[in-house]
Every structure is written in structure tokens, then in C-alpha cells.
């Protein structure tokens, strides 16, 4: 069954190519009408005021995407409380929490100090927000206004950050940033299930700021502003990389310097939306060899998963196995695992000055 299912996320990904990958997605193709179907009804229903969105009593700043995973959505989230942490606001993140197991209305993450529950109860995105961001509480949960006003009460936030929030019409937001993969600015162009996009591209005049991710790792950025340009003419977009900054063993006993990875043959593991950004990131370390073992996103690895990672490791002579923060998570509960993960940052490389007013503007008491 498993196996089955990474079948399925690679031809819908576009990663697996061919007669038979095609014949499915051409098979999915009713499933995608119905779900752009009720995905417009319900954004036009909420334009409309047919139904109503509920307004937090506190400045509400959206992340999200309209490509499912991979669009270095988490990475802005995190550089984005950083920022207005330095400018002295007080903030909290609420993110939807996919794949938790907890139950009822939200749970608390972190509350800024510690870290409250374990990776596999919040699931890996908001257990990477916890891990990352200090004096942020992180809350998940399906009722994000619910999430809020606790978040109100608790820490008196000013401006809470709604981490996957553009399809969440359900809350008010004062300002909605998308992030757009400049190496595939719309995935496979195809809506759910039969390719990567939870929206129509025409939904992007929706926002109020693009933020443009891995800008560095395209050959042809001129075309990406094109393709975004038909659906957002006159937005503000803020080009940013994905920075490489250490390397560190997941128990955090060792943190090693970079520059010991050039001329070693390395074997990336990981399980996310984008794994070939994973690779162009390593291949600017000047690694001489990269071998790349990827799974589907959000996979929860086993004990055959380990099996399979140390056997090709040891087949392909690997000096380094090497994952993300976000697939650290989810191989926490394997001790003694020779794995380095890689540690990265998103920089904002262009117009930053003017997201940064922009965001304290907006930040201001009305």
C-alpha cells in the first residue's frame, strides 16, 4: 500500500513521466472539476458574504500557497516572525497542525519557552516552527479563531502569523502573503488530485504580496515574473533564497562546519513537496557526488525506511547521509541514526526594505 501511494504522489507530482503515469492523471481529471468546484464555491461564497469570515481583535498576517507543498512556505513563516520579533512585536503562529493526532478545537505547541508536545502528536511543520522560533508561541488546530483569541489571552499578542492560511477564508486577515517556487512557480499546473495546485492560478490576484522563493535556483527568473505577472499584475513581489548554514547531528551533540561536506559523496534523504531544491541546495556545498533517496511529503518513516537509507549508504561508499529540519522530526524516534541534518534559513534578497514597512505599517495600533 505504501508503496502504491509514492507511485501515486510521484505521477501526480509530475516526478513519474510515461504512458501509464499519464493514463492516471487523466483518470483523476473528474476528481479535479468536483474539487475546483467546491474550492470556488466556497471562495465565492465568503466574497460575497454569504458566508462569514470571523475578525480577531489583533493584526492577522496569512502565509500560504496555492501549490500543495513544497513552495518554502515554513522557511518564510519562520524568517517572518524573526522580523517582526526584532521589530518588538509580540506574535504567535497558528498553523493548521497536518497530520496531528491530538484532538478538539487547538493545541498549544509551544508557549515561547518550551516545547510542549512531541513531533509525532503535532506533526513535522509546526514542530519545526516550535523548534525554531523562541518567545513565539505556536498553536495548531482546525478552529483558528479559536487558536487566537486563546493566543490573545495568554501572551497578548499583537499580530498573529496564519501559517497556511490562504484557503482559510473561515479568518479575517489583514494582509495574505503566497509563496510562489521560482523553480516551479505552479507545480504541475494541474488542479488536485491530478497534479499540485489547491487553486485555479487566477486566485493569485487574491493576495497582497508575492513572495518569490529559491530565486536562486532558476535559469530563467525573467519567465517566472511573466507567468506570475498574468494573474498578478500590479503586486508587490519580494524575492528571497533559501540559505544553507549548518550542519548538525539531530541530538544537537555536534554541529559541523559546512565546508567538510566539499568533495564528499552524499546520500539526501528526505521526504518534501520540492526534494530537487533539497539537492540544488546541497550542490552549492560543492559536494562531489549527491545521491538523492526521496520519499513522499510529510512521510513517516519506518523501521524499513532506515533498513533501506543504511544499505545504500553503505552500497554507494557514502561518506555523509544528510536530511532536512522539517524530515528531522520524523526520525527523532530512531536513535543511534547516523544522520546529519541540514540546517537552513530564508533570506530575502530583494524590495526587502519595503515588505519590512509594509509590515510595520500594518502592524500599527489603528
Not at 486566485?203 to 494573474?231: C, E, F, G, M, P
Not at 540544488?280 to 510529510?298: E, N, V
Not at 514597512?357 to 500594518?362: A, V
Request: contains cysteine.
Amino acid at each position: 500500500m505504501r508503496c502504491r501511494f509514492a507511485y501515486i504522489y510521484q505521477v501526480v507530482t509530475g516526478r513519474r513521466r510515461g504512458i501509464v503515469p499519464t493514463l492516471i492523471c487523466i483518470m483523476l481529471l473528474p476528481f479535479s472539476w468536483l474539487y475546483y468546484l467546491l474550492v470556488m464555491a466556497g471562495r465565492f461564497c465568503y466574497e460575497q458574504g454569504i458566508l462569514k469570515s470571523k475578525r480577531l481583535p489583533c493584526i492577522v498576517i496569512s502565509v500560504g500557497n496555492i501549490v500543495a507543498g513544497g513552495t518554502g512556505k515554513t522557511p518564510a513563516v519562520i524568517a517572518l516572525a524573526q522580523l517582526l520579533q526584532r521589530a518588538s512585536m509580540r506574535v504567535a503562529v497558528i498553523s493548521r497542525g497536518y497530520r496531528s493526532t491530538l484532538r478538539g478545537k487547538f493545541a498549544i505547541v509551544s508557549d515561547g519557552e518550551k516545547i510542549l508536545v512531541s513531533p509525532q502528536e503535532v506533526g513535522d511543520e509546526a514542530y519545526l516552527l516550535a523548534r525554531s522560533l523562541k518567545g513565539v508561541p505556536i498553536l495548531i488546530g482546525k478552529e483558528r479563531f479559536e487558536a487566537g483569541l486563546e493566543a490573545i489571552r495568554r501572551w497578548q499578542v499583537d499580530i498573529i502569523l496564519l501559517d497556511d492560511g490562504f484557503q482559510h477564508w473561515k479568518l479575517a486577515r489583514d494582509l495574505d502573503i503566497v509563496t510562489v517556487d521560482a523553480t516551479q512557480p505552479f507545480g504541475t499546473n494541474r488542479i488536485l488530485p491530478s497534479g499540485t495546485l489547491r487553486e485555479p492560478k487566477s486566485t493569485l490576484r487574491h493576495a497582497d504580496i508575492i513572495l518569490l522563493t529559491r530565486v536562486d535556483q532558476t535559469s530563467n527568473l525573467n519567465s517566472v515574473y511573466a507567468q506570475i505577472r498574468k494573474y498578478a499584475p500590479h503586486h508587490l513581489i519580494v524575492e528571497s533564497v533559501h540559505v544553507p548554514y549548518s550542519l548538525r547531528t539531530m541530538d544537537d551533540t555536534a554541529i559541523l562546519g559546512l565546508e567538510l561536506l566539499e568533495g564528499k559523496n552524499v546520500l539526501a534523504v528526505c521526504g518534501i513537496g520540492n526534494p530537487d531544491s533539497f539537492v540544488s541546495t546541497l550542490r552549492s556545498l560543492k559536494i562531489a557526488k549527491i545521491t538523492l533517496l526521496d520519499f513522499p511529503d510529510h512521510h513517516k518513516y519506518t523501521l524499513a525506511d532506515i533498513k533501506l537509507i543504511l544499505s545504500k549508504a553503505e552500497v554507494d561508499g557514502i561518506d555523509f547521509i544528510i536530511t532536512t529540519e522539517k524530515d528531522e522530526q520524523k526520525l527523532l524516534a530512531f536513535h543511534n541514526f547516523p544522520i546529519f541534518v541540514l540546517s537552513i534559513k530564508l533570506d530575502l534578497t530583494t524590495r526587502k526594505d519595503v515588505l519590512e514597512t509594509l509590515l510595520l505599517r500594518i502592524s500599527e495600533p489603528h
